[in-house]
């Protein structure tokens, strides 16, 4: 949400679940799992929707009469749901089509963050982050945002065209902004547990923030370990806190021990129950008893079933 919206502008949930034709109790769960729409507090708790939500809202509601998935359709822009109902979209003058306009304005985004790095704008970079996330959701946000322009820093890197204080600079913005994100969406949650580790040595966190940005959309609260831990406390804070899931997230950079051997110890170490998950390109393929999920559509499928399989809390 825009900080900006004046009082005026903001309507309760009764009156966007009136407008909308969504019960009040889905839209909560929406945000709670897909963080959007995404309401505003009042100083007494109850929450506050722009009206502008309005619309785009109401054509969530027409997808999901049509079938359409909510996983699917609760994060789309209005232009992309007009698109998938068969409607030509509002901005759309040319004839190209919502996928490929999407992904090319994709792309400009990515370069307009690139110079934000070359200039060292943090505020204009951060503010791009904001907006972008707000426009469509922190599911499609880490998918085809983030991970495009963190692919692209690290191709910058390599050409020459970004230096050791551009990649720097442009992950220190990237890791503050993923961690304000997935911990405001992490907040006041109960019930079941997520642990999110890297393993000894591991210099590379971003792949880790952005899967606990997706573990965050479901209803897991993350426990957060982040970057180099020894496998010892990974073990133990796992057997202490019976997290339902371990995810773990192995870059391609230099590890001081061989990640196979750490990952084939911690699970003879955690008891059954504990599901483990890894990601990043220096995760090992076909280990016993181990999920390797590569992107993060696929990872935010697997939470939806996972969680529908958890026993129910009394
Ligand atoms: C940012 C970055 C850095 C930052 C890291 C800061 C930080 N806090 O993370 C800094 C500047 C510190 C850095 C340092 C170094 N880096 Co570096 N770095 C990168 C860069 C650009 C991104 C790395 C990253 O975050 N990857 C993580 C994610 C985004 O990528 P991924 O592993 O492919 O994972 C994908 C999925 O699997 C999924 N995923 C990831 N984790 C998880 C977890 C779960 C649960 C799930 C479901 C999914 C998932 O997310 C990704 C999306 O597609 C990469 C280039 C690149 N394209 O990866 C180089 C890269 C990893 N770095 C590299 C190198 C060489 C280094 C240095 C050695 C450089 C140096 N000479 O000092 C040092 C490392 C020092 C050390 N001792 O390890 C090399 C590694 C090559 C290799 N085989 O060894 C890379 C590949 C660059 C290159 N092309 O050469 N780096």
């Not at 109790?25 to 709670?32: A, G, I, S």
Request: charged content about 25%; proline content about 5%.
């Amino acid at each position: 949400m825009n900080a900006e919206n004046k009082m005026e502008d903001l309507i309760s949930i009764g009156e966007l679940a009136r407008l909308t034709g969504i019960t009040t109790h889905t839209l909560r769960m929406w945000e709670k799992r897909y963080g959007t729409p995404l309401s505003q507090r009042l100083p007494s708790g109850h929450r506050r929707y722009p009206k502008e939500d309005v619309p785009r809202l109401r054509a969530i509601s027409k997808a999901l009469e049509s079938g359409y998935r909510a996983s699917k359709v609760v994060s789309g822009t209005l232009e992309e749901l007009h698109g998938l109902m068969g409607l030509k979209p509002l901005i759309d003058s040319n004839p190209t089509s919502p996928q490929e306009l999407e992904s090319s304005s994709n792309e400009m985004l990515v370069e307009r963050w690139i110079k934000g790095i070359h200039e060292y704008e943090d505020d204009c970079l951060l503010q791009g982050f904001h907006e972008q996330w707000n426009k469509v959701g922190p599911l499609k946000f880490i998918v085809d945002c983030m991970v495009p322009f963190i692919e692209r820093v690290g191709n910058g890197w390599e050409s020459g065209e970004l230096s050791i204080s551009n990649e720097h600079f442009a992950t220190e913005c990237v890791d503050s902004f993923l961690t304000s994100k997935w911990r405001q969406l992490n907040s006041r949650k109960e019930g079941w547990s997520i642990l999110m580790a890297t393993l000894p040595g591991e210099t590379h966190n971003l792949g880790l923030l952005m899967s606990s940005v997706v573990a965050s959309l479901s209803g897991g609260k993350i426990i957060y370990l982040g970057l180099n831990t020894p496998l010892e406390d990974i073990i133990s804070t796992a057997n202490k806190n019976e997290p339902e899931l371990l995810c773990l997230s192995i870059s391609l950079g230099e590890k001081i021990l061989d990640p196979e051997d750490c990952l084939l110890k911690i699970r003879s170490e955690l008891k059954k129950e504990v599901t483990i998950i890894s990601g990043g390109k220096g995760t090992p393929d076909n280990l016993p008893k181990i999920n390797k999920i590569e992107d993060f559509n696929t990872f935010n499928q697997w939470l939806e079933k996972f969680e529908k399989q958890l026993p129910v809390a009394n």
